[in-house]
């Protein structure tokens, strides 16, 4: 958990780095951006949309979680604390 910050691709593109490291099978990107959508409500994350021009919308997203929070939530989990020791 090196940024606090990143749009939708970059943030799909950790998350299905990590379900190979964890064999587990990814969401799509649709449905990760739903997720990010639902995060955004619930106040653990900020997302601003920015536009590209030619290349489309993302959203920016910014943790509004600590990241001990993030570390102390995933601790118990036998397949998300392997996550912890990810960089």
Request: charged share 25%; proline share 5%; hydrophobic share 30%.
């Amino acid at each position: 958990m090196k940024s606090k910050n990143g749009n939708t691709g970059e943030v799909y593109e950790i998350y299905s780095s990590l379900c190979k490291h964890t064999e587990q099978e990814p969401l799509t990107q649709r449905r990760i951006t739903q997720i990010i959508g639902e995060l955004d409500q619930l106040g653990l994350v900020a997302t601003d949309v920015i536009s590209q021009g030619r290349y489309g919308r993302s959203q920016r997203i910014k943790i509004t979680v600590p990241p001990l929070t993030i570390k102390e939530a995933l601790k118990d989990s036998p397949i998300l604390s392997t996550l912890l020791l990810v960089d």
